[in-house]
């Protein structure tokens, strides 16, 4: 079966190759998909695109070149291995898999049915909101705690409403404007930007002095974390959302230093920490996660739409990287479309 596959194949390098589907029939736990949508990951693909991420220099890495890119597709299961039990021919469903026209999936990895009640082009764009909400995940949330959110791309966007969603004071902080407006119409309360003592006073302001009871790097970047440590109030948690990639030059002292005499806690939210599927006495699984964000979405607590810039060709790839990366304010997020 000849499929078209994504592939990066180098440093700003993209293709999408004509395949073929490895084997005929399918093995027990495996299922094959016809794609619709796949949505694009704004931080690991562009990592490895752009060659930020340095494993993919090293060969026999998890995204050395060439990569098969994409981790966020929506499709119709055309055939089920002789074990699976989780879906069934015919049933749309929400997976982690590539940007391929079609894909053979193993169902000990995330497969989740889309509710008839949601859109399938949001649904593969509610990827993103899964990475977002592990920040509540890890979170010890209080009672109505103000919260800080650093970088309103579309991770920091889907936190930022997370936590409002679960009851939380939210501040956004962003440089660009045209974030901060999409930011308040997905029901963020607060925006702020400007340099760095202009957003410490604005968050300082509008939370009367008190801070952050929690503040999130959505970026990855560890002068953001720095920035996040310093709007955090005593006794406070900072989460890293983002995955660091870039050496930034500091005073590590300076920083433990603040950690140790505030009592600040520091939490990572990677969410491949998250077992697939919930197991016995842990009920919090990528599959519990994915469940609340289709719940979310049907009771239009979440909002995604307006995240999505750009709803593209898969053979529009290179401009869909391209755009994202050099052009993010006007490339805020994009949809393949598989039909």
């Keep these: 079966m000849k499929i078209k596959q994504v592939v990066i194949v180098g440093q700003h390098e993209v293709e999408l190759q004509t395949t073929e589907l490895d084997g005929n029939k399918l093995g027990p736990n495996e299922i094959l ?16 695109y752009s060659g930020k991420e340095p494993k993919v220099f090293q060969p026999g890495a998890w995204c050395a070149y060439p990569w098969k890119s994409g981790y966020a597709n929506v499709g119709i299961v055309k055939d089920v291995g002789e074990r699976v039990v989780r879906v069934k021919a015919g049933e749309r469903v929400f997976t982690y898999g590539n940007h391929a026209s079609a894909i053979r999936y193993n169902t000990d990895r995330l497969v989740a049915s889309v509710p008839a009640s949601i859109n399938p082009a949001i649904a593969a764009a509610s990827r993103m909101a899964g990475v977002a909400a592990t920040s509540i995940i890890v979170s010890e949330i209080g009672p109505s705690p103000w919260v800080v959110v650093f970088g309103l791309g579309m991770v920091g966007n889907l936190a930022s409403q997370a936590f409002h969603i679960r009851g939380c004071r939210v501040i956004g902080v962003d440089p660009v404007e045209a974030r901060r407006k999409i930011a308040r119409q997905c029901n963020i309360p607060y925006t702020v930007g400007g340099v760095s003592v202009e957003v410490q006073e604005q968050i300082k302001e509008i939370t009367n002095g008190e801070m952050g009871q929690i503040t999130v790097d959505a970026v990855g970047h560890s002068q953001v974390i720095l920035e996040a440590l310093k709007a955090t109030a005593n006794y406070g948690q900072v989460v890293l959302l983002g995955t660091p990639r870039v050496s930034v030059d500091g005073d590590l002292t300076e920083l433990l230093s603040d950690v140790h005499l505030r009592w600040i806690t520091i939490r990572g939210a990677l969410e491949w920490c998250l077992p697939m599927y919930t197991e016995a006495g842990n009920h919090v699984s990528q599959f519990s996660k994915q469940q609340m964000i289709f719940d979310w979405i049907a009771r239009d607590k979440l909002t995604i739409e307006p995240l999505i810039s750009h709803h593209l060709k898969p053979e529009q790839i290179k401009d869909a990287y391209d755009g994202l990366l050099n052009t993010p304010d006007t490339y805020t997020g994009v949809l393949l479309e598989w039909n």
């Design 33 to 48: 998909i016809e794609t619709e949508y796949t949505y694009i990951s704004t931080g690991t693909e562009l990592a490895n």
